[in-house]
């Protein structure tokens, strides 16, 4: 079992303070009960995104479909997950189900249209959460997503090589790194992941010819969702600290 990465305030009602034994009694029961946040795999940190909107809604000029799905990634444990902007582009509701098939409802938090990501939060808690890597990537390492066929079958990481950590992609003004991973309908807005399952990308482009996925740096996410998201979430405690730049992203808008 992985490490709880916060530690637990017990709030102990008047009944527990009557003689030891009721305190220690309440404090065990209180442990038991108080949910552990855990830092995970790629596996236990995605989730899956069920979307709903209104017909003829375009992103970049692309007709979006009315009922949808991708991919996002909890990245901290104030119950925020990253995926692709056009995910959730003017959706109408936000359906999130994690790798053990809870379901929660979230909302848009913080949307940056010209790199295509967006940032989420639910309304509930979710128990695991990745591990941003502050190193950049780096061509020919190893690299993993995590994919689903058919939603009756468990996820499963698929493998591949960094093949350019600078690949251009049209439209997008900020480099992205190639994956050398072939994805299908309903990847986007996933993790790209490092051989020690830290999170180095969200997945915003499946090339049209070869099917190859592309990810934005999460570092480019930290830095462009820093305002919105405050010191707590994505661009807070395991954000690498540096340069920022870009533009100011939305705050909860997605049109």
């Known amino acids: 079992m992985a490490p709880c990465s916060r530690s637990a305030r017990l709030l102990l009602p008047q009944a527990c303070t009557s003689s030891p034994f009721s305190v220690a009694l309440c404090i065990l029961v209180a442990l038991i009960f108080t949910p552990c946040l855990a830092i995970a795999g790629p596996v236990q940190a995605s989730v899956w995104i069920d979307v709903s909107r209104e017909d003829g809604v375009k992103f970049d000029g692309y007709h979006l479909s009315r009922k949808a799905e991708g991919m996002g990634v909890v990245t901290t444990a104030s119950r925020e997950i990253v995926t692709a902007a056009h995910v959730v582009w003017q959706a109408d509701a936000i359906t999130i189900t994690d790798a053990k098939g809870a379901k929660f409802r979230a909302r848009v938090l913080c949307i940056d249209k010209t790199v295509d990501v967006a940032l989420l939060r639910v309304d509930g808690r979710l128990e695991n959460f990745a591990t941003i890597r502050a190193r950049p990537a780096v061509m020919g390492e190893p690299v993993g997503v995590v994919e689903r066929s058919q939603s009756d079958e468990p996820p499963r990481i698929v493998s591949g090589v960094i093949g350019a950590a600078r690949w251009t992609s049209h439209g997008v003004p900020v480099p992205l790194i190639f994956s050398g991973i072939k994805g299908a309908k309903g990847m986007s807005g996933g993790g790209l992941f490092d ?22 740096p999460i570092t480019e996410l930290c830095t462009r969702f820093s305002r919105c998201a405050g010191k707590d979430g994505v661009a807070g405690r395991q954000c690498p600290h540096g340069r920022r730049r870009g533009t100011s992203p939305d705050q909860g808008r997605s049109n």
Not at 195 to 216: H, K, M, P, Q
């Open 195 to 216: 051989a020690t399952g830290e999170l180095l990308g969200i997945v915003i482009r499946i090339d049209s010819s070869v099917g190859y996925l592309s990810a934005v």
